[in-house]
């Protein structure tokens, strides 16, 4: 059993070495950068001991996005619980999220912009993905109190999404970060 146990343990390590390098490769070069014969390089394993651990390329940028969406959940729960109100709870989270997005391109793009097998609000949603939704739907539902607090937090996740979209690409003007928040966060909370 010691042998058995030993070998689980080392399967998971290689995973993790496998996730976190396709990760930082991602991060510093860009997801085309990231292929099985450079991951396996990177890490000084076979190709196919990737593939005993992921049938390809599609599946790793999948565990990247897992691993995303896990720490997207605790970054708004960080933010959402510093705050002394529900709109500076809000603001915080909204703040939070676009930093986040900021900070890791590529994780955020294995979440979002990737083809991707992942399934959101169904019943096979990974728990990872329902915990950050989770996590958005608390502030904007007590800020908000709407009755139907996901279908506003869908509303609220989009506008977030289109603002980091947007602004990476150039599309909006420079300069008007803070008052584009603020606005989005005066809309969610004015009124209600």
């Given at each position: 059993?010691?042998?058995?146990?030993?070998?689980?343990?080392?399967?998971?390590?290689?995973?993790?070495?496998?996730?976190?390098?396709?990760?930082?490769?991602?991060?510093?070069?860009?997801?085309?950068?990231?292929?099985?014969?450079?991951?396996?390089?990177?890490?000084?394993?076979?190709?196919?001991?990737?593939?005993?651990?992921?049938?390809?390329?599609?599946?790793?940028?999948?565990?990247?996005?897992?691993?995303?969406?896990?720490?997207?959940?605790?970054?708004?729960?960080?933010?959402?619980?510093?705050?002394?109100?529900?709109?500076?709870?809000?603001?915080?989270?909204?703040?939070?999220?676009?930093?986040?997005?900021?900070?890791?391109?590529?994780?955020?793009?294995?979440?979002?912009?990737?083809?991707?097998?992942?399934?959101?609000?169904?019943q096979d949603t990974p728990p990872q993905l329902g915990a950050a939704f989770a996590?958005?739907?608390?502030?904007?539902?007590?800020?908000?109190?709407?009755?139907?607090?996901?279908?506003?937090?869908?509303?609220?996740?989009?506008?977030?999404?289109?603002?980091?979209?947007?602004?990476?690409?150039?599309?909006?003007?420079?300069?008007?970060?803070?008052?584009r928040l603020r606005l989005l966060i005066d809309q969610f909370t004015s009124g209600?």
């Amino acid at each position: 059993m010691a042998i058995d146990d030993r070998r689980e343990r080392e399967r998971a390590t290689r995973r993790r070495l496998i996730v976190t390098t396709a990760r930082a490769l991602a991060e510093a070069e860009g997801w085309d950068a990231v292929t099985t014969r450079r991951l396996s390089t990177e890490i000084e394993y076979s190709q196919p001991v990737l593939y005993k651990h992921f049938a390809g390329m599609e599946q790793i940028a999948e565990a990247v996005a897992l691993d995303g969406f896990a720490e997207l959940a605790d970054v708004i729960r960080t933010a959402g619980s510093a705050a002394d109100s529900a709109g500076d709870a809000l603001s915080r989270v909204a703040r939070a999220y676009l930093d986040f997005a900021r900070d890791h391109p590529a994780v955020y793009d294995a979440m979002f912009t990737r083809a991707t097998t992942l399934h959101f609000a169904t019943q096979d949603t990974p728990p990872q993905l329902g915990a950050a939704f989770a996590a958005l739907s608390d502030a904007v539902g007590r800020a908000a109190k709407e009755s139907d607090a996901d279908t506003l937090t869908e509303v609220f996740w989009s506008a977030l999404h289109g603002l980091v979209i947007l602004s990476r690409t150039g599309r909006l003007r420079e300069g008007y970060d803070s008052a584009r928040l603020r606005l989005l966060i005066d809309q969610f909370t004015s009124g209600r």
